[in-house]
C-alpha cells in the first residue's frame, strides 16, 4: 500500500535552530531516507519553501478568491511529503515513527486513494493517445 506522510513543523523554531542544529537534523533525516530506500519503502519525497512563499485558493460566492500563505491557524506548517510503501497503516506508523523529522514536528500518515490515483493516470493515458 501507498501512504502519503504530511510532514509539519514550526518556521519559527526552525529558525531558532543554529545552523549547526539545521544540518544535522537535515541529515539525520537524509539517512534516514537512505534507510527507506534501500529496505524500498521510500517511493518519493518532496520538501516545501516557507509558507511566506504559499497561496490558498477558495471557492466562494461564485469565483475563486486567493489569501496569501496557508489557511490555517496554527504554528506548525506542512513542511514537505514523503511518499512511502507499507504493508498497511501499522507498518507506516511504525517506519515513520523512527523518522527524524518527528522530532521537529508531527507527520500525518494518510493511505493513497488507489482507485482514483488509478483513474489519474488512466485519464493521463488517455489524454497522450489523443496528441
Given at each position: ?55 490558498t485558493?477558495?471557492?466562494q ?48 500518515i ?8 488509478a ?13
Open positions: 500500500m501507498k501512504f502519503i506522510c504530511l510532514g509539519y513543523f514550526d518556521e519559527a523554531q526552525w529558525d531558532r535552530l543554529s545552523e549547526a542544529e539545521q544540518a544535522a537534523l537535515m541529515a539525520d533525516c537524509f539517512a534516514y531516507d537512505d534507510e527507506l530506500k534501500r529496505s524500498g519503502h521510500f517511493i518519493g519525497g518532496e520538501a516545501l519553501q516557507s509558507v511566506k512563499n504559499a497561496a485558493l477558495r471557492y460566492n461564485g469565483k475563486v478568491t486567493v489569501t496569501d500563505g496557508p489557511f490555517a491557524e496554527t504554528k506548525e506548517q506542512l513542511g514537505g511529503i514523503l511518499m512511502l510503501e507499507a504493508r498497511d497503516l501499522n507498518h507506516a506508523i511504525q517506519l515513520m515513527s523512527h523518522h527524524p523529522g518527528v522530532r521537529s514536528g508531527p507527520f500525518e494518510r493511505p493513497a486513494d488507489e482507485e482514483i490515483n483513474q489519474v493516470n488512466q485519464s493521463k493515458t488517455l489524454e497522450t493517445n489523443v496528441y
